[in-house]
Each structure stands twice: as C-alpha cells, then as structure tokens.
C-alpha cells in the first residue's frame, strides 16, 4: 500500500498480494517491543480513548498481549495435515492467506480490538489496513511506529485514517478480499451486508455489552 498515492477518496492503491507477499520481519520480533511500551500506550489511550482510569487502560494491553501471543503458536497449530483415506487416495488440508485485510477499530477500545485481528491476519501471511476512529487516531499511529521498529516493510501494515466514505472505499476495493469491523449494531449490519453483496469474508461485531449482576446483598 503507498499512502501517497489514490484512486479513491481516503484509499490507497493496493500492491497485488501475489506479486509482493508478505515479507518477513527483519530483526526484531513484534512481540518484544509490545510489553517495552506499554507506559506509553497507556498515555495514548488515557488521552484518546473513553477510558478515563490508567489502571483500566493498563488492563487492556494486557488483554492486547494475549492475542499476539496466541498468534506467535500459529505456525504451529495450523499447519494441517495429510490423512490416507484409502490404498491410493491422500486427503490434506492447507490455509491458503487471503490477502489484503481491512480492520475497522471503534473510538472506545481504540487499541486492544485491533488485537482480535491484526497479529491472526499477519501471522497467516496476509497484508492488513487498519482503519481506526477518526476520534482517537494517535494509538493506532503509535503502533505503527512500532511496527516500523520491528522491522515489518512498508506495505505490510497499513493505517488509513477517515469517516464513512473511507470505510465504503475500502470494502468496495477489489483487492480487498476480508473485513473485520466493531462498533454499533446498526453499522456493523450495514457494513456486513455490504461486503457479502460482493463476496468478501466479513466478521461484524455489534452491540456488545458487559453485564452485571447485582444481588440484594450488594451494598449500592
């Protein structure tokens, strides 16, 4: 992706995925500078996101870390494998990467969401562009930084910044061929129904709460 370059309000022209694959990183393993810059993620969320306690936004990396770890046994646990079903006939199953990946962050959680899927998409050999909120997009700038410092080449990670009319151009990309998206359960159905209109693997998550029980012993 070359952020100097567009076809489209708020886009950028994509690099075809098979000619440039994803490249791998060069010295430093991601995983490292994450627990480094946790104080300063910290700043940034404290600052940009809904969450006003430090304590919470400490939480939250945490919880950030937690995928990334996961996704570091992916070349592991997906391998596949090859089973004889018969005399003669061999039956194997492989993961194929998709290509380019767009990840729609939400302004309250404007760092552990793109967790769920940035370290899956990149570890599965696919390109990602991120789409943060335009209320709160100096975490997401932040962590690109990092991925500079750990080595990832230009194209690899992207980070497009906008409102709707971004969103709508980068579903309607042809090289786009995934988008994961959080936020309210009225745009999340409207960016679903948008991406199976032209076929494209969608993940929309919607109207999430976090319940709360309260028995009558509870002092209030």
Known sequence: ??????????????????QQFHPRPNRTPL?????????????????????LHLLRCQRRCAKSNEPVEYACSLPQL????????????????????????VSIVPFNFP???????????????NTIVLKPSEK???????????????????GVVN??????????????????????FVGSSPVAKIVSDRCHSLNKRCTALGGANNHLIALPDCDV
Not at 4 to 16: F, I, L, Q, R, S
Not at 31 to 51: A, D, E, V, Y
Not at 136 to 154: C, D, H, N, S, W
């Open 31 to 51: 995983i490292q500078p994450i627990p480094r810059h946790t104080q300063s993620r910290n700043k940034h969320q404290h600052w940009q996101g809904s969450t």
């Open 111 to 125: 760092f552990m969401v793109i967790h769920w899927t940035l370290p899956i998409a990149l570890v599965t050999g």
């Open 159 to 180: 980070m497009v910044n906008g409102t709707k009319e971004a969103v709508t151009s980068l579903i309607d990309h042809p090289l786009v061929n995934a988008v994961t």
């Open 78 to 101: 997906m391998q596949g494998k090859i089973d004889g079903v018969s005399s003669e006939v061999t039956c194997r199953d492989r993961r194929d990467p998709l290509g380019v990946v």
């Open 136 to 154: 709160v997009p100096l975490t997401m700038y932040k962590m690109i930084e990092l991925f500079e410092q750990a080595g990832f080449r230009k």
């Open 1 to 18: 992706l070359d952020p100097c370059k567009g076809d489209a309000p708020e886009t950028m022209t994509y690099h075809d995925h098979r």
